[in-house]
Nanobody
Framework: QVQLVESGGGLVQAGGSLRLSCAAS??????????MGWYRQPPGKQRELVAS???????NYEDFVKGRFTISRDNAKNTVTLQMNSLKPEDTAVYYC?????????????WGQGTQVTVSS
């Protein structure tokens, strides 16, 4: 299994910045963590992808965060970081770390507990 622990959430004013971090702890047989990413769930809405990064460094950003957020990954440490700049009130959400874990014949999705990001006007 993989345990994901997020940190770095908080309350900021519009235009401010936050840095979210996620540390993955693996137990048992793990072939690889192919993709790590960040999702968010605004109040009253469904969970949505924010950004993801593969073990090879391929990055995907959703349009609403392009130019403002930066995702990075340390493959050796199995950590993923989301640097969020120019935050807007609509960025307010619970942010979840996600990992896609592969074994030779299967893949699994793991989720962190989430960290609250609140952006005030």
């Amino acid at each position: 299994q993989v345990q994901l622990v997020e940190s770095g959430g908080g309350l900021v004013q519009a235009g401010g910045s936050l840095r979210l971090s996620c540390a993955a702890s693996a137990s048992g047989s793990i072939y690889s963590i192919n993709v790590m990413g960040w999702y968010r769930q605004p109040p009253g809405k469904q969970r949505e992808l924010v950004a993801s990064i593969s073990s090879g460094g391929n990055i995907n950003y959703e349009d609403f965060v392009k130019g403002r957020f930066t995702i990075s990954r340390d493959n050796a440490k199995n950590t993923v970081t989301l640097q969020m700049n120019s935050l807007k009130p609509e960025d307010t959400a619970v942010y979840y770390c996600n990992a896609l874990v592969s074994v030779p014949a299967m893949s699994y999705q793991y989720w962190g507990q989430g960290t609250q990001v609140t952006v005030s006007s």
